[in-house]
């Protein structure tokens, strides 16, 4: 979706620090970070919450959860929150869906 500011993001319109990418995901840093360590993990396809998932992304976010734990470690969250806000009233402020990913680094 061309106005939106996480596909921007996905095509290198506009630059991020990312963490991790594959077909499926991107995984990058929060520019205004609320935790010692904020990630934000996005699906490639914009979906505009997970109010608007379908059947059809069933593998697309079982592939999203999975991967969780294994970005978490590797940036050194082995313990963490995973957030997500769904809609205006939530907070939600950027339409594409994304999960926060925030903690403390743990020794
Ligand atoms: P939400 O309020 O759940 O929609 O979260 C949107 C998040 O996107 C906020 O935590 C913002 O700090 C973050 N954000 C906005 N623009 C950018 C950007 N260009 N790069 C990285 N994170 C961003």
Request: aromatic letters at 8%.
């Amino acid at each position: 979706m061309s106005s939106c500011l996480f596909c921007k993001l996905i095509n290198r319109e506009i630059p991020s620090r990312i963490v991790y990418e594959d077909e499926l995901m991107l995984v990058f840093h929060d520019i205004k970070p609320k935790a010692p360590i904020h990630l934000l993990l996005i699906p490639k396809k914009h979906i505009e919450n997970l109010l608007f998932l379908t059947p059809k992304d069933k593998e697309l976010i079982g592939e999203m959860m999975l991967k969780v734990p294994l970005i978490a470690k590797e940036n050194h969250l082995s313990h963490f929150k995973l957030l997500s806000n769904n809609g205006a009233y939530s907070g939600q402020e950027v339409f594409h869906l994304h999960f926060h990913l925030m903690g403390n680094r743990v020794p």
